[in-house]
């Protein structure tokens, strides 16, 4: 049986589900119906935090797994380029790696504009990820996690507006947090990373992040409409 605490608890799917669990519980108990063969039995008032679906290291694949070398990311996208050579909106697990970059591993890995090199144009590069908050409550949201740019980073924004961050580098990682209370939004939100190359040598970006939400009853959920964030900007910090 289920505890209070368990993951599982209203995370199952609400199409074709049986009305009884194998003890003949009734479903759904709580705020819907949960994960597995059981289901839990109150009480329904704990809060439960679901992990933010969408938000992907770089350079993963949808199982969490490091994609191959010179692959496009199939999560992270490059929304604006100074490199007209490079406008994206792919992004790549280089196969080179630049100067003293932290070494890639089997949690994420360094995305570039360009492959196999990694020499782009001196200027600004947002790199952008879509994720999406039906069915949780934007208000409850937060992001954290930590990250590695080359040259420096010059912005963080989070559906369009700007978020405390650090200008980080490439030798170590440097964390980064988006609290509740955030711009979060109904449906789907971005999150930008704006990236500045200060000469045509490597440029690349790298991010491992992680967020959570209180999920809302589904009957809550209808007519939210889409709520995606817009006008990142032109990426340069000021």
Known sequence: Q??????????GSDADFPETDLFGVSRPQCLGVDMGAYEYVGPCDAPRYRPIPGLFNTAVDNLG?????????PHWELLASADPTW???????SSILGDA???????SAWVTPRYPYV????????????????GLDPATASISGRFCVDDALTGIRLNGVSMAYAA?????????AIPQGS???????????????????SSGFRAEVA???????????EGEGEGEGEGEGEGEGE
């Open 119 to 134: 020499s782009v144009a001196r200027g600004y590069y947002q790199y952008r990820i879509t994720f999406d908050l039906t």
């Open 65 to 73: 797994y490091v994609i191959a070398d010179d692959a496009a990311d």
């Open 211 to 221: 967020g959570s939400a209180l999920r809302i009853p589904s009957n809550e959920d």
């Open 2 to 11: 289920l505890s209070a605490e368990s993951p599982c608890v209203d995370a």
């Open 101 to 107: 970059w932290t070494s890639n591993n089997s949690v």
């Open 87 to 93: 406008v994206g909106p792919e992004v790549y697990k």
């Open 183 to 201: 711009p979060f939004v109904h449906g789907l939100n971005t999150l930008v990373f704006v990236v500045n190359n200060n000469g045509s040598y």
């Open 168 to 176: 980080g580098g490439w030798r170590v990682y440097t964390n980064f």
